[in-house]
């Protein structure tokens, strides 16, 4: 199986502020890498796929990049509903994945 | 719209099965795949198996194997998941979602998803 690991597991950070989050692959998984956002009580939402397209409504403030084994998310200037976790989760070959998760508080 | 509207909570006993439906709406139903995908308390994303709605052809994670059984109706788009001999350590919210952009060979995302079933074991 792919193992997914996902840096930080949680973050703190203030609105305006740029964050980046890592996942990392145990093995090359093309680019075939998705980001998902879950907010408290809710089903997660796609906001990035396969590792650099941005999914229709998500605002362009999520960006998406990497290749291989190693990928990161991007915020560029996060909000206050940007409170959430988020996963990272590789489709590249079956059992299909996830990240652990991380948290970002504001 | 598109959705997909899951059946209501579950408590059950240790030892027994436990069935939760999804129903989807808005697209062709069997042109996209089904995943199931659930979440224990505190917990991150496990996915438990899919499902063609096409042809009825299923994929499941040796985890699961034996366990699990993913089926849908075409007649009604929806889609099931049923899961046998229920252990403490099923207690979780289950999850369907939709395979977008899948391959022969890849996965492709998940989207939509479908608000979460909470399942119960507990004697």
């Known amino acids: 199986d792919i193992q997914m690991t996902q840096s930080p597991s949680s973050l703190s950070a203030s609105v305006g502020d740029r964050v980046t989050i890592t996942c990392r692959a145990s093995q090359s998984i093309s680019n075939y890498l998705n980001w998902y956002q879950q907010k408290p009580g809710k089903a997660p939402k796609v906001l990035i796929y396969p590792a650099s397209s941005l999914q229709s409504g998500v605002p362009s403030r999520f960006s998406g990049s990497g290749s291989g084994t190693d990928f990161t998310l991007t915020i560029s200037s996060l909000q206050p509903e940007d409170f959430a976790t988020y996963y990272c989760q590789q489709s590249y070959s079956t059992p299909w994945t996830f990240g652990q998760g991380t948290k970002v508080e504001i | 719209q598109l959705q997909l509207v899951q059946s209501g909570t579950e408590v059950k006993k240790p030892g027994a099965s436990v069935k939760v439906s999804c129903k989807a709406s808005g697209y062709a139903f069997t042109s996209y795949g089904i995943s199931w995908v659930r979440q224990a308390p505190g917990q991150g994303l496990e996915w438990m198996g899919w499902?063609?709605?096409?042809?009825?052809?299923?994929h499941y994670p040796q985890k699961f194997q034996g366990r699990v059984t993913l089926t849908t109706d075409t007649s009604t788009s929806t889609a099931y998941m049923e899961l046998r001999s229920l252990k403490s350590d099923d207690t979780a919210v289950y999850y369907c979602?939709?395979?977008?952009?899948?391959?022969?060979?890849?996965?492709?995302?998940?989207?939509?998803w479908g608000q979460g079933t909470l399942v119960t074991v507990s004697s």
């Open positions: 979602a939709r395979n977008v952009g899948q391959t022969v060979a890849t996965g492709g995302w998940f989207d939509p």
């Open positions: 499902i063609s709605p096409y042809n009825g052809d299923t």
